[in-house]
């Protein structure tokens, strides 16, 4: 590890304490038994796992653990052939897309899902969609309700814009961005569906250090200043035992530990999986 | 030399010599021009909101008219027939996103486009089967006298094609770029999977956008109908969409007007004064050659989103 490494440890750390009087609440999301095969590929075996309001759950594992199909199964992409949901409370059979939007789930993806030609405002007034009540007839005319709604969530938005600090790329088509910005206005339209649960799949994945801290302060503040809950995978280690309060190990489909990142830090079996990641 | 001066100088001397007739030629070509413009937006509008090349766009064009000159030597009157007509495109719309495209979905797009030829092969038949494959005269009451202007000779029909045209192309452009339907239009053109996570029915959009697009090939049948009779050769007047297509870009509602007009343009004027030099015929090839020129500078077209490649 770099001193720069060791420094960026040390900043989360401090946000992390400063963390602690965070409220954490009752169980927000609570997956159940949940299986799902790819013919037969056993992505996921009989995995449960609860999310509580207001923390930052990491889900680890070795690559093919099959965290990012756990992501899949939580917004609706995959359908698994077994397992239910808990949603505040309400048990939902299954899950689909557009009813994970409508419930507060927001998600960002590992190899970037962008609308490549369209202004990064454009993109992350797509976030805005499910907010907007407007008949098609009075967005067609352009009309009473359809006009308010469309200044309101644009201010709306400006703040998301702010907030994330992307004022200079507002009128850039996203598909001529760098990387790491890229990734945040990704991160920006998922904010601005003022999302109660926010899936990250790997958001610091390729960035170097400089971008790696800023998306990590970023989340922390999210998490933070809006109370939003936040599901992630991550590769680094070092950001997922800072930022976290709690973490889903799978291995092979299976969930092989779960609990604070000092226990599953210190558990044989995780080592053993990892073998050498987390001695290093 | 006698050659060169003949292509390169002779025509515009004639240009120059009858400028009346020129205006004529160039007028003529235009409103052709926005005939071709409607066939293509069919085309632009599919392409923009699903990624998906619609090969189908000319078997909707003929399978909207069958059915509208079907409804009319039924005896029905004509806002019955347009009304019924409307009501078999969007029929076909909810029928294609519920067969076709929903067991589609995050399929590559050649897929997808597969899938739209095998949509070309059933309207084509399924048409034909229920109406015939017989030539039919249709009139809708448009007056084919020629208006006098001055000096000028305007065919009414083209005018009013015109007229019918540029309303729909402006309130299609203005919706896809103004308003928050248009705005989802183009987030699932862009990215089937991040407009799902956001929250965008994609099987409402799909079913919306075939519609429009199956309306706009409805006024597209009925124009092209009644000026060459409804038969099985208005599916292959699409294959005219594709250079006007490639001349204003697959991704734009005004491209394709634009992108009509020169090729609409172009073609007469090059077939009235170039034709003889070369023996005629030059309609018929004129606006391939143009788009593949268009291929080779621009290949996004005139109007097309820039096709943006990070290495």
């Known amino acids: 590890m770099t001193t720069a490494a060791t420094d960026l440890r040390l900043d989360s750390r401090q946000a992390a304490t400063g963390r602690r009087q965070r409220r954490i609440g009752g169980v927000l999301l609570a997956v159940e038994n949940v299986s799902l095969r790819f013919g037969g590929v056993q992505a996921l075996s009989g995995v449960s796992f609860d999310v509580r ?84 007839l009075e967005q067609a005319l352009w009309w009473g309700r359809a006009r308010r709604e469309e200044l309101a969530h644009r201010a709306f938005v400006e703040r998301i814009i702010d907030f994330l600090e992307i004022q200079h790329i507002r009128h850039t088509p996203v598909g001529k961005l760098p990387y790491g ?53 991550e590769h680094d280690m070092g950001v997922v035992m800072d930022i976290s309060d709690r973490v889903v190990v799978l291995d092979y489909g299976k969930l092989l530990a779960d609990g604070t990142p000092d226990e599953v830090r210190n558990d044989p079996r995780v080592i053993e999986a990892y073998l050498g990641l987390v001695h290093d | 030399m006698e050659t060169l001066e003949h292509i390169l100088l002779q025509p515009f001397r004639s240009i120059a010599e009858t400028p009346m007739f020129f205006l004529e030629v160039l007028i003529g070509g235009l409103m052709s021009g926005v005939m071709y413009a409607l066939v293509a937006l069919g085309f632009v509008l599919i392409f ?65 486009f597969m899938a739209t030829i095998g949509i070309t092969f059933f309207l084509d038949g399924f048409g034909q089967t229920i109406w015939g494959s017989d030539v039919r005269r249709l009139d809708v009451g448009i007056p084919t006298t020629p208006l006098i202007v001055g000096d000028l000779y305007i065919n009414q029909f083209d005018l009013f094609a015109a007229v019918i045209c540029g309303l729909l192309v402006t309130v299609l452009a203005l919706f896809f770029q103004f308003t928050p339907t248009g705005r ?128």
Not at chain 1, 111 to 121: E, H, P, Q, V
Not at chain 2, 65 to 88: N, Y
Not at chain 2, 219 to 226: L, N, R, Y
Request: with cysteine.
């Open chain 2, 48 to 112: 923009k909101a699903s990624g998906v090349f619609n090969f189908a766009q000319g078997a909707m064009v003929l399978f909207a008219a069958l059915f509208f000159v079907g409804f009319l030597e039924l005896g029905w009157p004509v806002w019955l027939a347009v009304a019924g007509s409307v009501v078999v495109m969007v029929a076909l719309a909810f029928a294609i996103e519920r067969v076709v495209l929903r067991p589609l979905v995050n399929q590559p797009p050649i897929i997808l």
């Open chain 1, 53 to 136: 309001q207001g923390e930052i759950r990491a889900i680890i594992g070795p690559n093919g653990a099959g965290k990012s199909s756990m992501l899949n199964v939580i917004n609706g992409f995959y359908q698994p052939q077994e397992g239910s949901f808990v949603w505040k409370g309400e048990r939902l059979a299954r899950m689909r897309p557009h009813l994970a939007a409508t419930l507060g789930i927001a998600r960002t993806f590992q190899n970037i899902a962008l609308f490549k030609g369209m202004t990064t405002l454009d993109n992350i007034m797509t976030g805005r969609i499910l907010k907007m009540r407007a008949s098609f």
């Open chain 2, 184 to 311: 989802a239009l183009r987030a699932v053109a862009d990215d089937h999977q991040a407009a799902m996570s956001v929250g965008i029915p994609l099987n409402v959009i799909w079913t919306i956008v075939w519609s429009v697009a199956g309306l706009v090939g409805l006024v597209a049948g009925v124009m092209w109908g009644s000026k060459l009779g409804v038969q099985f050769n208005l599916s292959l007047i699409a294959l005219k969409a594709l250079p006007v297509l490639i001349l204003g870009g697959f991704t734009s509602v005004p491209g394709a007007i634009v992108g009509g007009l020169l090729v609409g343009a172009g073609e007469k004027v090059a077939e009235v004064f170039w034709g003889p030099l070369v023996g005629g015929a030059v309609e018929d090839w004129f606006a391939y050659v143009l788009a593949l020129l268009f291929l080779l500078v621009r290949p996004q077209g005139l109007f097309g989103e820039r096709i943006i490649e990070r290495v």
């Open chain 1, 181 to 233: 910005l890229q990734k945040r206005v990704e991160l920006a339209r998922a904010l601005a569906m003022e999302p109660e649960l926010l899936l990250l799949d790997e958001p610091m994945a390729g960035m170097n250090l400089e971008e790696k801290e800023d998306m990590c302060r970023f989340i922390l503040d999210v998490n933070e200043e809006f109370g939003t809950t936040v599901v992630l995978i």
